[in-house]
Each structure stands twice: as structure tokens, then as C-alpha cells.
């Protein structure tokens, strides 16, 4: 047996072992019992342990050493696992599985802060949070940017300095064109209640015509939608709300996008480290073109709009075009995953500097509901009415995600110079879509990106897949367009 050989044999192990832990956040996340919280916590802390001793183990740093790369598989393979293993020899494994129970607990007691709108019942949990990943980000870094090295965690190559700019690029044109259309009349708004189970109905028949395998899935409710796993068992969730079916719908859209990524993925890769998606942000490219490029689009809203007749009867929408512009209808709100397309990388350039200041100790956990409303007022133009509007809605900050917020927006980017990419390479897609048929795209997007999983490093995966580096200007000029039209601009 070749060191290389005997190296994935046990990185095969240890993949297993990931995916069993991510199941346990799964189950926290849509049936758990809240009574379980304690134990569930020491479980995530124990998975957390195991996991960190096979990363450090002597034996990697040994095989490492004598292996050879055979081919690009290899390559990657040996990439992979020799960064993995470098980041967390570099973690005290008391603090990784510390961790893990504190981020577990966190979360419980974000749930129930958000639920009491009771910011001050969250802030000493989160400082727990903060103190720990700074400890971990400045024991990884050295003498680098400690928030870099959480930001490798989720995109690797990229740094703050580099997203700085790129945000900054983006800011003034978002902030314009959001000024312009507010400017306007809006489109008809939906209105009227619409039933749970229907939705969940319409809202399955969506995940199958963009190619979710239910058979390796099931589709569960929660509170924050999310994909986990990879291979052959990718789950999904959605949520619904009675008043506002496109939350449902494109919620489930969305998260499919992320699952056909990991569904989508080379066989040949499974239980190894290219067998999942290479970057958070190129994560997000697929789940961002599938919900926005292909489901917000003219083509395939004219599908959906029939669907919805079908199942809730009259709708209050006039005809298809009306319905497209309701459906990418403009309008104020808090709520980062029900913001518009225009709106959305407002919010998460606003977490990405309050994040960024957290953790070099420019912002203090006690003053971040002040920021955090400051800044949203100067973006917005109106102010935040509740701690669930604001500081409290997102999951990310109580399970320690620092770093992620980022991706999102590097995701409409990717997902920019993607959309124009598979445009020119399938011109006549508007006559699939309007069929409710988006496998020309879905394929494109699995042929181009998704088989390989994490064989070249994110950059390197939109350049193959498009031509050229990653660049902003593709997703703004879509955004112009696209809403220029709808609002006469």
C-alpha cells in the first residue's frame, strides 16, 4: 500500500466522520428535541474532539510527507488534506472542541434572545463566541490578519483587504440604483393567505424541475432554510409563511442550488476532499443563479405563475409580466434572506465590516446592536424597529461563523460571470424556462462546476467554468438591466 493510498483510506474515515457531525446539526436544526439541548451540545463537543485528533494525527503528517501526486486528482487530493491538517495542528484541540460546545449552546440561547427580542440575554453567550474565535483565528494566522484566517475557513485564497475592495466597487452602483428605483412606482405586491401544505406542495414540484434527487434528500422545515451533507444523502429545508408564498418558494430554490452542487459532484469523489463544494462563495454562485438568474427570471416566472394559478386559484396578478415584476418586486425591509436582488449584498456588506471590526477589537460586543443600526439606517434609509429585524436575525454570529457572511456576496458575484457564460453557451434557454424546463442550465452549471468539487481552488473553478477572473461588473450590469426594464429606468 503507497503512503497515498493508506492516507485516503483514513481521510475516508474522517470524511465519514464530518458527515455523521453534520447530521447531528441537521437534526438540531429540524427535530431535536429542545430539552436535548445539554446533551446535544457535549455530542457536537465529542464529534469535535474525535475529528480533531484524525486531523493531527502523526500518521497524516508522515504520509503526507511521502506521498506522490500521480495525476490532478492527487494533486488536489494532497492539497486539501495537507491545508486541513496545517490549520488545525495549529488549534489546541481543547479549544476546538470548546468550540463546538459553546457555539452549540450559543445557538440555543440566540433561538430564544431572537424569540424574547432580548439582545442583552445573547451578548455575554456571544463574547463567549468571540473570545474564542479570536483565540483560534490568531493561534491559526501567526503574525498574519486573524480575520483572514477565519475568511480561509469558508473561501480559501481570499482576505479582507481583497473583498474591501471588491465590496467598494460594488457599494456605490447597489446604493444608486436602489435610490433610482425606489424613485419609482412599485409593482403590484402579493396579497392574500396562502396555505402551508399547498406551498409545500408547489414548493417540492420546484426542487424537481431543477433536478433535486429526492431519493439521496428529504426536504424538512426550519426556521433558517439550509442545505447539509454531501454525496449521496443531501437534505434541504424551507419554511413558510402564509402571508408570503415566494419566501417558501424561493427559499426551497435556493437550497437546492447548494444541494445539486454536492449532488452534482463526481461519484469518483465521494468521502474525499473534493467530494464537496471547493468555497462557501462558489457555493453560493449556485445557489444564487438557480433562485435569481433562472427563477426570478422573465422566462421561468411565466412557468411559475401558471403553477401557482393551478394550485391557489386566482392570485390577484393580472398576467405573466405582472407577475415577474411582483415577484422581483423593490421594497424596504430588514430581513437579509428575503431581501431583493438589488438590496441583498447591502445587507451582507454591512455584517462583513461589523464582523471584521468585532474581531480586530475596533467594535465591542456591547456596541454592536448600536452599529449595527447605524449602519442600517445609512444604508437604508429607516431605522430598525427590533432586535429580530436587526442584530439578532441571522444564525451565523451564535454558531461562530465569522468569516461567511462575505461568501454570500462573492457568490452573486460568481454567479454574475457564470449567468453570462452559460447565456452565450445555451442562447435559446428562455424557450427551457418557460417550459419550467432548466435542465440545459442545471446541466451546464454541473458539466462547468459542479462535478468538480473541489479539484481546483475557487478562483480557479469560475475562470474554468467562464474564461476569465471573477469580477463584480457582470452582476451589475444584470442588475441594471434586469430592473432598469421592470421599473422603466
Known amino acids: 500500500m503507497t503512503a497515498y493510498t493508506a492516507l485516503m483510506a483514513f481521510q475516508r474515515e474522517t470524511e465519514a466522520l464530518g458527515q455523521i457531525a453534520g447530521r447531528l446539526g441537521w437534526d438540531q436544526e429540524t427535530m431535536m428535541p429542545t430539552g436535548a439541548t445539554p446533551q446535544r451540545a457535549e455530542e457536537h463537543a465529542a464529534m469535535a474532539g474525535i475529528l480533531h485528533a484524525r486531523r493531527i494525527d502523526p ?71 468571540v473570545d474564542l474565535r479570536r483565540e483560534e483565528a490568531a493561534a491559526i494566522a501567526g503574525n498574519a490578519d486573524p480575520y483572514d484566517a477565519l475568511l480561509d475557513d469558508y473561501e480559501p485564497g481570499a482576505t479582507g483587504d481583497s473583498l474591501h475592495a471588491m465590496f467598494a ?58 442545505s447539509s451533507g454531501s454525496g449521496l444523502d443531501v437534505r434541504i429545508t424551507t419554511r413558510t409563511n402564509p402571508a408570503d408564498p415566494f419566501n417558501c418558494f424561493y427559499s426551497t430554490i435556493h437550497e437546492v442550488g447548494h444541494a445539486a452542487y454536492e449532488q452534482g459532484i463526481d461519484a469518483a469523489h465521494l468521502l474525499t476532499p473534493l467530494g464537496r463544494g471547493v468555497s462557501m462563495g462558489v457555493h453560493e454562485s449556485q445557489s444564487r443563479i438557480y433562485e435569481n438568474q433562472l427563477g426570478r427570471s422573465r422566462a421561468f416566472t411565466g412557468w411559475l405563475y401558471g403553477q401557482m394559478r393551478d394550485q391557489f386559484g386566482d392570485i390577484g396578478i393580472a398576467d405573466e409580466d405582472a407577475f415577474f415584476a411582483t415577484v422581483n418586486r423593490i421594497s424596504n425591509g430588514f430581513i437579509r434572506t428575503e431581501a431583493d436582488e438589488v438590496q441583498y449584498n447591502l445587507h451582507v456588506l454591512l455584517r462583513f465590516d461589523l ?49 461567511y457572511f462575505p461568501t454570500y456576496t462573492l457568490g452573486n458575484v460568481y454567479a454574475g460571470c457564470l449567468n ?45 467554468a467562464t474564461g476569465a477572473a471573477p469580477n463584480e461588473a457582470p452582476l451589475l450590469d444584470y442588475l441594471e438591466d434586469k430592473f432598469g426594464q421592470i421599473y422603466g429606468l
Open 420 to 464: 453570462v457564460a452559460m447565456r452565450a453557451a445555451v442562447p435559446d434557454l428562455d424557450d427551457d424556462l418557460a417550459r419550467g424546463d432548466t435542465s440545459r442550465a442545471t446541466g451546464w452549471l454541473r458539466e462547468n462546476v459542479q462535478q468538480f468539487g473541489g479539484l481546483r481552488t475557487p478562483v480557479e473553478t469560475i475562470t474554468h
Open 169 to 226: 466597487a460594488l457599494r456605490p452602483r447597489l446604493v444608486a440604483l436602489r435610490a433610482a428605483i425606489l424613485d419609482q412606482p412599485a409593482p403590484a405586491a402579493l396579497t392574500g393567505q396562502f396555505d402551508a401544505a399547498a406551498q409545500l406542495a408547489l414548493s417540492e414540484k420546484l426542487a424537481l424541475a431543477f433536478g433535486y434527487r429526492v431519493e439521496n434528500g428529504r426536504i424538512d422545515q426550519a426556521v433558517h432554510p439550509f
Open 59 to 129: 500518521r497524516v503528517a508522515d504520509w503526507l510527507e511521502a506521498a506522490e501526486a500521480t495525476d490532478d486528482v492527487a494533486a488536489a487530493n494532497l492539497r486539501h488534506i495537507r491545508r486541513d491538517y496545517e490549520r488545525t495542528a495549529k488549534v489546541p484541540a481543547a479549544l476546538a472542541a470548546e468550540l463546538a460546545k459553546t457555539t452549540s449552546l450559543a445557538h440555543r440561547v440566540w433561538a430564544q434572545s431572537r424569540a424574547d427580542e432580548d439582545v442583552p440575554a445573547f451578548l455575554p453567550m456571544l463574547q463567549k463566541v
Open 355 to 403: 464582523e471584521r471590526a468585532l474581531m480586530s477589537g475596533d467594535l465591542t460586543v456591547n456596541d454592536l446592536e448600536a452599529a449595527w443600526n447605524d449602519r442600517f439606517a445609512a444604508d437604508f434609509g429607516f431605522a430598525v424597529d427590533k432586535p429580530s429585524n436587526g442584530v439578532l436575525q441571522d444564525v451565523h454570529w451564535s454558531e461562530g461563523l465569522f468569516g
